[in-house]
């Protein structure tokens, strides 16, 4: 029996992405926003993500014939209805009761992909029985952290395979959390009730022994840091395609096409781990540029709008991921919202092609966008 969810509504004032940001900062407290809005250090790359796209203009062409045109692409052998997928967010009970369960009916309902975090706070085999349920769903893929106990990482693989996930989303770009000081500032902290339930029963990391003058981190915590070879090891357990999410340099992205990988995601972590890297509109095109197409590439960071996912698709990406709006949504009001942010961000993105010319995605990859050089990208 499936759950019963909140039924709730969208204000009416709220009509794009933003004012969904302004509602959700009333709705959810000190904790919960500092944990799901903030980023690392001073915010830099956080807010650079959202002004790179803002600094790439449109060159749009008139007279074009745009009847019968659709937003359909294809994916990893599959079809979707639109180039859209909620990125993975950690913890999502913290912004609503109804959590990833509500995000994963919304998502489903609406046709968009879901990746769901391996720290979610929904078991993993909940969200894909929501999840998968929908015909008209998109892609579901597990996000996965791995872990000090490869066999506990083997094990949480499998359930993942069992649950009917179709894609494993490797984050790579994360070996230490970033220094998120406003996190510390407020506190963060995990209600009663909420955890990363999919890692229940894992062992805690054994410490070793440091010497005086040894390194927590680099003698101790970045042992268990993964590598290339564990890319091979997570690859060789699984009969599932393996995403690699974080890549920003191109020599990363052509050694990911070496070994094989379905996919990459150009990311920085929506500027939670590296305050000053690159934000994902700047490092987008030489990664596609590396891989020459030899496998289809995929970004995040700072989309809110309809013509930033027609910018990302014209600079060469097969799809977006979106994070904080779709929590933003939840927090609004539960699975209607997310539902909500998901069809703004697609009508937003019909319009666009519309005003741009372009019927089809195809199209929309030959669309002549270029960088305007007097914007900063940084506040």
């Known amino acids: 029996m499936m759950p019963t969810l909140q039924r709730q509504t969208v204000p009416s004032h709220i009509v794009n992405l933003a004012d969904h940001a302004q509602q959700a900062q009333q709705q959810l407290d000190a904790n919960a926003w500092a944990y799901f809005s903030g980023g690392a250090g001073d915010e830099i790359t956080l807010h650079a993500n959202r002004h790179a796209w803002d600094a790439l203009r449109l060159r749009p062409r008139v007279l074009q014939r745009l009847a019968g045109g659709h937003t359909r692409s294809t994916l990893l052998g599959r079809t979707l209805a639109h180039p859209i997928l909620l990125a993975p967010v950690a913890f999502q009970h913290l912004a609503h009761a109804d959590g990833e369960l509500a995000t994963a009916y919304a998502a489903a309902a609406l046709g968009a992909g879901m990746v769901l975090s391996t720290q979610a706070s929904t078991p993993l085999e909940a969200v894909a029985q929501a ?3 929908d015909a008209g769903r998109g892609p579901l893929w597990f996000q996965l952290y791995l872990q000090h106990d490869r066999g506990f990482t083997r094990a949480l693989v499998q359930r993942a ?3 009917a996930y179709e ?3 490797l984050t790579v770009d994360a070996p230490v959390s970033g220094i998120r000081d406003r996190e510390r500032r407020t506190g963060f902290h995990l209600p009663p009730g909420i955890r990363a339930v999919n890692l229940d029963g894992l062992t805690t990391r054994p410490a070793r022994a440091l010497q005086p003058g040894q390194s927590p981190l680099f003698d101790d915590l970045l042992h268990h840091a993964p590598t290339w070879e564990d890319v091979q090891w997570l ?3 699984t009969r599932l395609p393996v995403l690699l999410k974080g890549i920003l340099h191109p020599e990363d992205a052509r050694q990911a096409a070496a070994l094989g990988v379905a996919g990459i995601i150009v990311s920085n972590h929506g500027g939670r781990t590296l305050d ?4 994902t509109g700047q490092a987008l095109p030489a990664v596609v540029q590396a891989v020459q197409g030899r496998l289809p590439v995929l970004v995040d960071g700072g989309i809110r709008r309809g013509t930033d996912i027609f ?5 060469g990406a097969s799809a977006v991921l979106v994070g904080r709006p779709a929590i933003y949504g939840l927090a609004n009001a539960g699975a209607v ?3 909500h942010v998901l069809r703004l961000l697609r009508d937003e993105l019909e319009a666009t092609m519309a005003l741009m010319g372009c019927a089809s995605l195809a199209e929309v990859a030959a669309a002549e966008i270029f960088l ?5 990208f940084i506040e």
Do not use: R
């Open 311 to 315: 910018k990302a698709l014209a600079l």
């Open 276 to 279: 000053t890297a690159l934000p």
């Open 337 to 339: 919202g997310v539902a």
């Open 167 to 169: 894609a494993l989303v």
């Open 372 to 376: 305007a050089q007097a914007l900063n």
């Open 131 to 133: 999840f998968l349920a």
């Open 161 to 163: 395979e069992a649950a």
């Open 235 to 237: 690859q060789s357990i």
